[in-house]
T-cell receptor, first 115, second 116 residues
Framework: EAQVTQNPRYLITVTGKKLTVTCSQN?????MSWYRQDPGLGLRQIYY???????DKGDVPEGYKVSRKEKRNFPLILESPSPNQTSLYFC??????????????FGNGTRLTVT | AQKITQTQPGMFVQEKEAVTLDCTYD???????LFWYKQPSSGEMIFLIY??????QNATEGRYSLNFQKARKSANLVISASQLGDSAMYFC?????????????FGSGTRLQVQP
């Protein structure tokens, strides 16, 4: 089944404890991206990647890191999480990096709570 | 200015009736894509339908159709024969062709409740 898989689905952690949210897609998609969703602020892009080893900042990159060593994987790293990073996170991918007509397919989301 | 505007925070519809969810957009790009997503209470984001800026026909996918009026910059989602399982948040989104990030810009969403 074609899908974007995120793990974990739920995560509760404490301030300052490094964490990684994994994302993997099995559709051979070039483009991958991370979003966060917050009440009143909607969905905002954190980072994106056009292809392997090519990553760039989105709207809200502060406090996050990403890497794209393989085409299928795009982990999101929080080196020192803070409570304002409590959010619902989505990984997404699309076939074409340059394609405005290519839908983004989302993972099931990771609900992160930082205390 | 908002790039995607959804003016209906909440909508009610009776089961088996049709419902239209409004979306207007703002862009100066010639090439862009418009998308609708469904987010049930379980939280996942499900792609429903796509319309390209150069498409002359309105997109349809099963019970979903997109009423695309380019001159008015509107891309309304029509759900026919509503089902209880259609109760969810619905987001209109746009992907612009002339910017590098290829980010999806989302509207604020419409919460649809289907009543039996």
């Amino acid at each position: 089944e074609a899908q974007v898989t995120q793990n974990p689905r739920y995560l509760i952690t404490v301030t300052g404890k490094k964490l990684t949210v994994t994302c993997s897609q099995n559709m051979n998609h070039e483009y991958m991206s991370w979003y966060r969703q917050d009440p009143g602020l909607g969905l905002r892009q954190i980072y994106y990647s056009m292809n392997v080893e090519v990553t760039d900042k989105g709207d809200v990159p502060e406090g996050y890191k990403v890497s794209r060593k393989e085409k299928r994987n795009f982990p999101l790293i929080l080196e020192s999480p803070s409570p304002n990073q409590t959010s619902l996170y989505f990984c997404a991918s699309s076939l074409s990096p340059g394609g405005y007509n290519s839908p983004l397919h989302f993972g099931n989301g990771t609900r992160l709570t930082v205390t | 200015a908002q790039k995607i505007t959804q003016t209906q925070p909440g909508m009610f519809v009776q089961e088996k009736e049709a419902v239209t969810l409004d979306c207007t957009y703002d862009t100066s790009d010639q090439s862009y894509g418009l998308f609708w997503y469904k987010q049930p209470s379980s939280g996942e984001m499900i792609f429903l339908i796509y319309q390209g800026s150069y498409d002359e026909q309105n997109a349809t996918e099963g019970r979903y159709s997109l009423n695309f009026q380019k001159a008015r910059k509107s891309a309304n989602l029509v759900i026919s024969a509503s089902q209880l399982g259609d109760s969810a948040m619905y987001f209109c989104a746009m992907r612009e062709g002339d910017t590098g990030r290829r980010a999806l810009t989302f509207g604020s969403g419409t919460r649809l409740q289907v009543q039996p």
